[in-house]
Each structure stands twice: as structure tokens, then as C-alpha cells.
């Protein structure tokens, strides 16, 4: 699984420090016992250079961090030896606490980073030292509450001046900001798409739905995710459909995001193969539990089975 000798880079500006509590149940006016808890250092570009690392490249993590949370999250990366380059702010990095009972899933969102401007200045700055013509830019996940979409926008117009390949995962205003900019490539799941769209989806209308993208903002990869339906991808002017791999399901948390490593990881080398890889991380994932993205050994085994047809 060798990849180019490029690098590959990812942004998350809006990282958080997961918090999972398991507990029996959830009980009114009584103490709940927490039997444990774990942490995670959540961020939808950390989990793509996760995924980079497991398979055998090298990828930098590029994300702010603050406070507690964000000294929580370095401690946890250096553990994984996931290699990152932090610019550290002040105000302090947010914390999801999930509640985990043996049926349900609570979700609770703690208030958010705030980044200043000059804050941001100093992002656009380790983009600018750290990154160079020819490498690569994910830059997924959602911005810090109270931030201009148009400063996804902005990543992306800085990085193209450069030479720089970049990718955006990300949804709602930001992906249409970034989209204008016309990146080398955008990863939306279907409602993601039907929202840059701006009308619902029907799957026989997808691949024209993605040739409109492509012609509209000028984006020359369009891979589309569609959970158990495997994904649409629109890349070097031809349609690809990539069946999906019936495997046990465990948990799909971080498998668009495995879906984009793999791809980007080879896409310079050949675009079949890294259509491939992406299917392989991707069904890879969805088989490990939890937060755990995809293993190794998994990623070879499914490589070879994926089956792609050009549409
Ligand atoms: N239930 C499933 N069974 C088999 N494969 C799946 C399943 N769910 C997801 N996948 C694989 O993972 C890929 C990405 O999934 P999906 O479209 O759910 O991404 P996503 O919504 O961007 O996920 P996330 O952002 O949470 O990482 C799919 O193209 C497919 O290969
Ligand atoms: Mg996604």
C-alpha cells in the first residue's frame, strides 16, 4: 500500500474532547453511577490522518487547541502517535459528553472553542509554513460556533494559491462557501449533497446531481458517500458506482472519513486503486466498534473484493 511521496495534511478547526460515560441507566433524582468513562480526541480531520497512519502514510494534523481539553487531546495523539501540528489558542476546546446506557445514546455538547482573528491568522499562517505545492489539504468537520462560513471559504482560496490539493468534508453554508472556491474535491454524504443542492434526492438522480456540482463550482472530484449503499464518485470526468461490501456492521462513526483517507492517500497514483483503498477503509471501519476506525489488516483483506463499474 505505498502512496505518493506527498503529504497529506488535515484541518480540523473545530476538534473536541469526546467524553463517553457508561452507565446502567439514566435514573431521575438518584445518583447515577458512572461504571467508566473514556475519552476520545474527536475531530473529522484527525480521524482521516488517523486512518493515513494505520495504513501506512504520514499525515499531519493541523487543529487548534486550548485549555484543558486541548492539552487532553495532544496527551491522547502523542499516545497514538498520530503526528499534529497544534496552534494553541486561548479560550479552552469543547467537550461532548456522551451518555451511553446498554439501549440509548445521549449526546451532550458542551459550549464551544472561540477562536480570535488573530487567532485564525496564526491557522492560515501554519497552512502557509507547514504546507507545500503539490501536497494535500482535508479540511473537514464544522467551524468553531460564531464563524464566517466564509473563512472555509477562505482556507480553501489561500491553499489553491499554492498549489495545494484540497478536499473539503463539511456541510450546510461551509460546504457551499468552500464549494465556490472550487476545491479538488468535496466528500458529502446524500443529505450533505441534497443540502449544497438545495432540493431532496432521489437515488436514480444522483449521478446527474453530481455532474451539476462538478460543472457548477468547478470541482473535479465529487465522492459521494451513501452509508450502506456504498458511494457515487465523479473524478477525471467519468462516473464511478462502488458496490458496497456486505459485512457485519459494528459502528459506521468515522467511515466517510475513512472513505476520503484512503481516497486521497492514492489518489495521485491511480484514481481505480484509490476508489479501492477508500471502499476498504471505509467497510473497514463500519466492522470495529465504537469510535475505532479501520484496522490494518482489514483495509488488505477488502481491498481486493471491492467491485467498481464505470456508469
Ligand atoms: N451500514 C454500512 N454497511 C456497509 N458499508 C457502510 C455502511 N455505512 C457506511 N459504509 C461505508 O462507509 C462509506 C461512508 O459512509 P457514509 O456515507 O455513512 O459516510 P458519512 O455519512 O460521511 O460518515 P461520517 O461523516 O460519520 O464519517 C460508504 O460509502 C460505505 O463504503
Ligand atoms: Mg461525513
Request: glycine share 8%; net charge negative.
Amino acid at each position: 500500500m505505498k502512496g505518493g511521496t506527498k503529504m497529506i495534511f488535515t484541518l480540523t478547526m473545530n476538534p473536541s474532547l469526546d467524553r463517553y460515560l457508561y452507565v446502567d441507566k439514566l435514573i431521575e433524582d438518584d445518583t447515577v453511577r458512572v461504571e467508566k468513562y473514556e475519552d476520545y480526541a474527536a475531530g473529522k480531520g484527525i480521524d482521516v490522518s488517523r486512518v493515513i497512519k494505520e495504513i501506512g502514510g504520514t499525515s499531519v494534523a493541523i487543529s487548534p487547541l486550548g485549555g484543558e481539553n486541548g492539552e487532553k487531546i495532544s496527551f491522547m495523539l502523542d499516545g497514538e502517535g498520530v503526528l499534529y501540528a497544534a496552534v494553541r489558542v486561548k479560550s479552552e476546546t469543547r467537550m461532548n459528553v456522551i451518555v451511553q446506557t446498554p439501549k440509548n445514546q445521549y449526546r451532550m455538547s458542551l459550549p464551544g472553542q472561540n477562536l480570535s482573528s488573530a487567532e485564525f491568522s496564526l491557522i492560515m499562517d501554519m497552512i502557509n509554513a507547514t504546507i507545500r505545492e503539490g501536497d494535500t489539504l482535508v479540511a473537514s468537520g464544522s467551524l468553531p460556533t460564531g464563524f464566517s462560513p466564509s473563512l472555509y471559504a477562505k482556507i480553501v482560496k489561500v491553499a489553491k494559491s499554492k498549489g495545494i490539493k484540497v478536499y473539503v468534508d463539511t456541510d450546510g453554508e461551509n460546504l457551499k462557501e468552500a464549494a465556490k472556491e472550487s476545491p479538488n474535491g468535496i466528500k458529502p454524504n446524500i443529505y450533505e449533497l441534497s443540502r449544497l443542492l438545495g432540493r431532496e434526492l432521489k437515488t436514480d438522480e444522483i449521478p446527474s446531481a453530481i455532474r451539476e456540482i462538478s460543472r457548477t463550482y468547478g470541482i473535479e472530484d465529487v465522492l459521494v458517500t451513501l452509508g450502506k449503499s456504498g458511494a457515487i464518485v465523479f473524478s477525471d470526468g467519468k462516473m464511478y458506482k462502488i458496490n458496497p461490501l456486505d459485512v457485519k456492521v459494528a459502528s459506521t462513526v468515522g467511515a466517510g472519513d475513512s472513505f476520503l483517507a484512503g481516497f486521497v492517500y492514492k489518489r495521485e497514483e491511480s484514481l481505480v486503486e484509490a476508489l479501492k483503498l477508500a471502499a476498504a477503509c471505509a467497510t473497514a471501519t463500519v466492522m470495529t466498534p465504537g469510535t475505532t476506525l479501520c484496522l490494518r489488516k482489514d483495509v488488505e483483506e477488502l481491498e481486493d473484493k471491492v467491485k467498481i463499474e464505470e456508469m
